[in-house]
């Protein structure tokens, strides 16, 4: 296996009884990358995660953390690997320090060391302030922090997070997302989110997964292409016919809006924005609007989602 390749799935399956929960997906999370797995609830998600982590055994397929079988070898492949729930593993009645020394023994770092792993996790997580504070008196921010901690502690390869910024408000999500991205400078961050902008925030690459396949890979640089504009709104005091403005270069089609203004739709690298306001100019159309319209990634997401749901519903 290629030593950038931090985690190996392959054709993993998950039945609950006759339901299968994930079907086939296979993937690969090299060092240094930040994967977003994106998908609606009850996608797939989370048992993808607790496959990955070891907490569930795949019904068939195979999973590799830092080259080490996780169904052969799991004590040594988990021991590679951080892990953040969705609902962090906190024991809300101990102070933070007093719970990242006993995850630091949990994860048995040597004795002599784990009193500068607990500072190191502390230090990186911005927990300084509240070391001494009990867990169930901290906000969700800084009880997603903690759970992070611990998640870090012993310096996994692979840290694994489920939703790790449920609930939180906008000032927390912008320094959960941070810290994210710094973790990812020594790491393999897996992150699961049903959060669009959290993916383009943070992710290197994104994953859609939808009644248990993966139905996208792509880079963030992929998705960005796909989220090119590819229609324009153009408003005009003296609009010319259909057929005049289908004569454009590259159009494919038109739509008339209520308000009366007009959708131009055109194929990739056809713009077709050049020849408009010439013409607009020399042949007296008057153009008074020119928005240029861009895919968002929600409309990305709900279109391969809500094709792939269409075909099941037919096949």
Same mark, same amino acid.
């Given at each position: 296996?290629?030593?950038?390749?931090?985690?190996?799935a392959?054709?993993?399956?998950?039945?609950?009884?006759e339901?299968?929960?994930?079907?086939?997906?296979?993937?690969d999370?090299?060092?240094?990358?930040?994967?977003?797995?994106?998908?609606p609830?009850?996608?797939?998600?989370?048992?993808?995660?607790?496959?990955?982590?070891g907490?569930?055994?795949?019904?068939?397929?195979?999973?590799?953390?830092n080259?080490i079988?996780l169904?052969?070898?799991? =004590?040594?492949?988990?021991?590679?690997l951080g892990y953040?729930?969705?609902?962090p593993?906190?024991?809300?009645?101990?102070?933070?320090?007093?719970?990242?020394?006993?995850c630091?023994?949990?994860?048995?770092?040597?004795?002599?060391q784990?009193?500068?792993?607990?500072?190191?996790?502390?230090?990186?997580?911005g927990l300084?302030?509240?070391?001494?504070?009990?867990?169930?008196n901290?906000? =969700?921010?800084?009880?997603?922090?903690?759970?992070?901690a611990?998640?870090?502690?012993h310096s996994?390869a692979?840290?694994?997070l489920?939703?790790?910024?449920?609930?939180?408000?906008?000032i927390?999500?912008?320094?959960?997302?941070?810290?994210?991205r710094q973790?990812?400078?020594?790491?393999?961050?897996i992150?699961?989110?049903?959060i669009l902008?959290?993916?383009?925030?943070?992710c290197?690459r994104v994953q859609i997964?939808?009644q248990? =396949?993966?139905?996208?890979t792509d880079?963030?640089?992929g998705?960005?292409?796909r989220?090119?504009?590819?229609?324009i709104?153009?408003?005009l005091?003296n609009?010319p016919?259909?057929?005049?403005?289908?004569?454009?270069?590259?159009i494919?089609?038109i739509?008339?809006?209520?308000d009366?203004r007009i959708?131009?739709?055109y194929g990739p690298e056809?713009?077709?924005v050049d020849?408009?306001?010439?013409r607009s100019?020399?042949?007296?159309?008057?153009l008074?609007?020119?928005?240029?319209?861009?895919h968002?990634?929600e409309?990305?997401?709900v279109?391969?989602?809500?094709t792939?749901?269409?075909?099941?519903?037919v096949?």
């Amino acid at each position: 296996m290629n030593q950038d390749v931090l985690v190996r799935a392959e054709q993993l399956y998950r039945y609950y009884g006759e339901h299968c929960a994930v079907k086939d997906v296979s993937f690969d999370v090299r060092r240094g990358e930040v994967l977003g797995l994106l998908g609606p609830n009850g996608a797939g998600k989370s048992t993808t995660m607790q496959i990955l982590t070891g907490n569930l055994a795949p019904s068939s397929g195979q999973v590799w953390i830092n080259g080490i079988d996780l169904l052969d070898k799991p =004590k040594q492949a988990k021991h590679g690997l951080g892990y953040l729930p969705e609902d962090p593993p906190l024991y809300r009645e101990l102070a933070v320090k007093e719970y990242l020394s006993l995850c630091a023994r949990l994860n048995r770092i040597p004795q002599n060391q784990q009193a500068s792993a607990v500072e190191m996790v502390i230090e990186r997580c911005g927990l300084k302030d509240v070391t001494y504070r009990l867990i169930g008196n901290l906000s =969700k921010g800084y009880q997603q922090r903690v759970g992070i901690a611990q998640a870090i502690i012993h310096s996994p390869a692979v840290i694994i997070l489920d939703e790790p910024t449920v609930g939180l408000d906008p000032i927390q999500i912008r320094e959960i997302r941070d810290l994210i991205r710094q973790l990812a400078q020594e790491h393999s961050v897996i992150l699961s989110t049903h959060i669009l902008p959290e993916v383009q925030a943070i992710c290197d690459r994104v994953q859609i997964i939808n009644q248990g =396949k993966l139905v996208l890979t792509d880079t963030i640089v992929g998705l960005s292409q796909r989220m090119q504009t590819t229609s324009i709104l153009i408003k005009l005091d003296n609009p010319p016919t259909k057929e005049m403005l289908m004569s454009l270069k590259g159009i494919d089609s038109i739509d008339i809006e209520r308000d009366g203004r007009i959708r131009l739709c055109y194929g990739p690298e056809q713009d077709p924005v050049d020849e408009l306001v010439y013409r607009s100019v020399n042949e007296g159309w008057r153009l008074r609007e020119l928005t240029p319209e861009r895919h968002t990634l929600e409309e990305i997401f709900v279109a391969i989602t809500q094709t792939q749901d269409s075909q099941e519903i037919v096949s």
